[in-house]
């Protein structure tokens, strides 16, 4: 399997996992030109993707979403309360409504739903799977429910929120309101929280963790690595941002530079 974060932050997020001919997005939270460009920044011919999976409706998630399935005439996989929330009105043909712990098949994969904590209609985070090998994308987490360390115990690849330093947020310039949102229970979780919930969750079968989601005010690149990197002597650490495209992983490889270093 193969993968990568095209986008990841509060400005827009788009992922996009493949095995073989059979390829998926989940979400598609910048705009088209941009997605494009990243997407041949790493050899991805757009009209390849087989479908497109949306956690939830907040435009980071969604903002590319109508031109992009459009012009691509790519299937959008979402639950009913995404779909409503959205307020898009894209071609019957395309849309497909999914319960949120929905398993869909596309060709050699399959994508599963994973019912979440987060403020908004009918949220979902999505694990994609050939069966084997399990690389799951999980942000906008409000909080670390049951679904979620049941995800990470089971997961090769990880790509987890890490959203904000609690000192950060507090002494920050966002509203009490916002800041209380971010931190409700229905919005993001920490670092902290995130690396609780890897450290007591991981299983030995994680090869690949990947932080994303980061907050542009409350949170820096630096200060995940140092939190997050003395944790992963034996598994490939990295992190997605806003501002460019991860590498494409290749699953195979990583295996390979494991049992060398092994």
Request: include cysteine.
């Amino acid at each position: 399997m193969k993968y990568c974060a095209i986008a990841s932050g509060s400005n827009g997020n788009c992922y996009y996992v493949a095995k073989g001919e059979d390829a998926v997005l989940i979400d598609v939270g910048i705009n088209t030109k941009h997605i494009e460009l990243r997407m041949g920044n790493l050899g991805i011919d757009p009209s390849r993707i087989k479908a497109v999976f949306i956690t939830h409706e907040h435009s980071d998630h969604i903002r590319g979403l109508s031109v992009f399935c459009k012009r691509y005439q790519i299937p959008v996989y979402w639950t009913a309360g995404t779909c409503q929330g959205s307020r898009l009105h894209l071609p019957a043909h395309l849309v497909h409504i999914i319960a949120a712990n929905a398993r869909i098949n596309i060709g050699e994969i399959s994508v599963l739903g994973i019912p979440k904590f987060h403020d908004a209609k009918e949220p979902c985070s999505f694990v994609v799977t050939d069966g084997s090998t399990n690389v799951s994308i999980m942000t906008d987490l409000g909080r670390g429910c049951d679904n979620v360390k049941h995800v990470i115990q089971h997961s090769d690849v990880l790509l987890l929120e890490s959203n904000y330093d609690e000192e950060m947020l507090e002494g920050g310039r966002y509203s009490y309101y916002l800041k209380n949102r971010i931190r409700s229970g229905w919005g993001h979780i920490s670092n902290k929280t995130s690396l609780e919930l890897f450290l007591q969750y991981r299983s030995s079968r994680l090869k690949h963790l990947i932080l994303g989601h980061l907050s542009e005010q409350n949170n820096t690149v630096e200060l995940v690595e140092q939190i997050f990197l003395p944790h992963c002597d034996h598994i490939k650490f990295s992190i997605a941002t806003r501002y460019q495209e991860t590498d494409m992983f290749y699953l195979e490889d990583i295996l390979q530079l494991r049992q060398i270093g092994a």
